[in-house]
């Protein structure tokens, strides 16, 4: 285990449900992230947070909106999704250096999210 | 713009012999290079990253990369494979910027190892 855990671990929803999918990190990180990972394509970053403050949003559409209360955890939450949003959904997190770029992420299980 | 290129989708090996799943890199500073794998309905894992230093590093279960800055690569390498290594490896760049948390990823590699 790598520290990190997300849950739930599956989730169907329909385009006009609203959920969430949360994470936490119990290693102490002050750096946490969502990534978007669809199959045969790269892992998308979507959102990153620097002591609960959002530093880097990738053009994400406004249907996914994160949240970070504190340091140990993130959530999205999901609202009016589209069938192509039906991905793998991973968090991570790490400790922020000095040096910034040198720092390792620690990833979650992932959730497996369907729209129907 | 920073990219990085794993130019196999699958690579099969059989159990015991060498195994090297490639990755090349492009960037305009210096980059710090990371392994990462996934095994089925898991999340990554980290392998092994490359810094600063030797260009040899070595990472966990018995896996290596090699830094080549003249070709830029940073192919993943085991000397010897077993069945178990069989997942989707991720090789991943990022540059030191003001946005130095990003990472890149590459589109993975399929390992299979076979009895």
């Known amino acids: 285990e790598t520290g990190v855990t997300q849950t739930p671990r599956h989730l169907v929803m329909g385009m006009t449900n609203k959920k969430s999918l949360k994470c936490e990190q119990h290693l102490g990180h002050n750096a946490m992230y969502w990534y978007k990972q669809s199959a045969k394509k790269p892992l998308e970053l979507m959102f990153v947070?620097?002591?609960?403050?959002?530093?880097e949003n990738n053009s994400v559409p406004s249907r996914f909106s994160p949240e970070c209360p504190n340091s140990s955890h993130l959530f999205l939450h999901l609202h009016t999704l589209q069938p192509e949003d039906s991905a793998l959904y991973l968090c991570?997190?790490?400790?922020?250096?000095?040096?910034?770029?040198?720092?390792?992420?620690?990833f979650g299980p992932g959730t497996r999210l369907t729209v129907l | 713009a920073q990219s990085v290129a794993q130019p196999e989708d699958q690579v099969n090996v059989a159990e015991g012999n060498p195994l090297t799943v490639k990755c090349t890199y492009s960037?305009?500073?210096?980059?710090?290079l990371f392994w990462y794998v996934q095994y089925p309905n898991r999340g990554l894992q980290f392998l092994l990253k490359?810094?600063?230093?030797?260009?040899l590093v070595k990472g966990s279960y018995g896996f290596e990369a090699e830094f080549n800055k003249s070709q830029t690569s940073f192919h993943l390498k085991k000397p010897s494979a077993l069945v178990s290594d069989s997942a989707l490896y991720f090789c991943a760049v990022r540059v030191l910027t003001g946005g130095g948390n990003k990472l890149t990823f590459g589109t993975g590699t399929q390992l299979k190892v076979e009895l």
């Open positions: 490359y810094i600063t230093g030797d260009n």
């Open positions: 991570a997190s790490s400790q922020p250096t000095r040096q910034g770029a040198t720092d390792t992420q620690y």
């Open positions: 947070y620097n002591f609960k403050e959002q530093t």
């Open positions: 960037v305009s500073g210096n980059p710090y």
